[in-house]
């Protein structure tokens, strides 16, 4: 399954879940990752400067694509959506890749196929040592990556 889910904070607690309007008009889907664009929610892709964190689904439900509630097709700087924004956030992706806790990686794909991939920006530093490679792989957003964190 790709996308990323909200394990926990390093800090403890629970998901910080925030409205903020969408950047652009286009797909988000349950489990990407944004990141925040003049005080709007864009899809995050690698090397972006200021990551945010998981989409959470629309504010108003009746604004989720039809049969698909975690997905909203938004118009731009009108459609409401929820992020969890935790700037200590531990989210957890299938990555079929053997991982070392400390390893620098990023992010990849479009919509509903957001992925981990091989570091060249740094957007994300992995927490846990994997097991077995079926095993998630769990990662926070590089220093100085989010926008509640900025360099």
Sequence with gaps: MAGFTWRYNISGGRPLSLTYLMKNTETLTKGDLLTMDTGEMDLAATNDTLFAGAFDGPEDPTDAV??????????????????????????????????????????????????????????????????????????????????????
């Design 66 to 151: 039809d049969g698909s509630p975690g997905t909203v097709a938004g118009t731009d700087s009108t459609t409401l959506v929820k992020a969890i924004v935790n700037p200590d956030a531990v989210y957890g992706s299938a990555d079929a890749n053997a991982r070392l806790a400390g390893v620098n990686l990023d992010i990849s794909g479009a919509t509903g196929a957001q992925a981990i991939a091989t570091d060249s920006n740094s957007d994300f530093l992995t927490l846990e040592r994997k097991r077995q490679n079926a095993d998630e792989t769990r990662v926070m957003f590089a220093p100085g990556e989010h926008f509640l964190n900025p360099n």
